[in-house]
């Protein structure tokens, strides 16, 4: 399973878009990137999840180089709501494990 | 459209005491997994299941034991209950292997 990096924590204000960057150096091929977020006393949400290049829903963007060493979630003109904690995992869950690391606390403020 | 309900949501144990945690989901998932949230820490992977009548160690099962008799229920048991697992523990599931997680409500367990 690869190791992933992320900040453990942000700031940032209403309105503003906001990047968060998960470093994963020995990602394996099959391996795919997750994003999850997590508000407090709730369990973890699934965001958005990505193989290559860019993924877009309603929610969010990923990002993801050609080397696949990082990846960036972006989240457009944040709201106070999107206080939380947001987690990067990577991995091909084939053999059933679903790994979080640490995660980076986000803070929007007004 | 119930998701992944656990019972009970808080629990107050004696050290030495042993209960057991019920995790169900509705969506006919093969998926299973428990963790375990500290204060201000990630989630960290007790025991999983692949599939009925399967289970896997995670990162930290020590004093932790499971099982997945049917496809729809996931216990996580607690033998003899000690301080340091007084945290909020946190059921999912998904339909397969690198497929969206979905998160029970949490069951706030304190060991005193």
């Known amino acids: 399973l690869a190791k992933t990096t992320q900040p453990i924590s942000m700031d940032s204000y209403e309105g503003q878009e906001v990047n968060i960057t998960c470093s994963h150096n020995?990602?394996?091929?099959?391996?795919?990137i997750t994003w999850y977020q997590q508000f407090p006393s709730q369990g973890p949400r699934f965001i958005i999840q990505g193989y290559k290049t860019k993924v877009t829903n309603e929610v969010a963007s990923l990002f993801i180089p050609a080397d696949r060493k990082s990846s960036t979630l972006s989240l457009p003109r944040v709201s106070l709501s999107d206080t939380a904690v947001y987690y990067c995992?990577?991995?091909?869950?084939?053999?059933?494990?679903?790994?979080f690391g640490q995660g980076t606390e986000l803070s929007v403020k007004p | 459209n119930a998701g992944v309900t656990q019972t009970p949501k808080f629990r107050v144990l004696k050290t030495g005491q042993s209960m057991t945690l019920l995790c169900a989901q509705d969506m006919n998932h093969e998926y299973m997994y428990w963790y375990r949230q500290d204060p201000g820490m990630g989630l960290r992977l007790i025991h999983y299941s692949v599939g009925e009548g399967t289970t896997a160690k995670g990162e930290v099962p020590d004093g932790y034991n499971v099982s997945r008799l049917k496809k729809q229920n996931f216990l996580l048991g607690l033998e003899s209950a000690a301080p340091s697992q007084t945290s909020v523990y946190f059921c999912?599931?998904?339909?397969?292997?690198?497929?969206?997680?979905?998160f029970g409500q949490g069951t706030r367990l304190t060991v005193v």
């Open positions: 999912a599931s998904s339909v397969r292997a690198r497929a969206e997680a979905f």
């Open positions: 995992l990577v991995g091909d869950n084939q053999g059933g494990k679903l790994i």
């Open positions: 020995n990602i394996a091929t099959n391996d795919y």
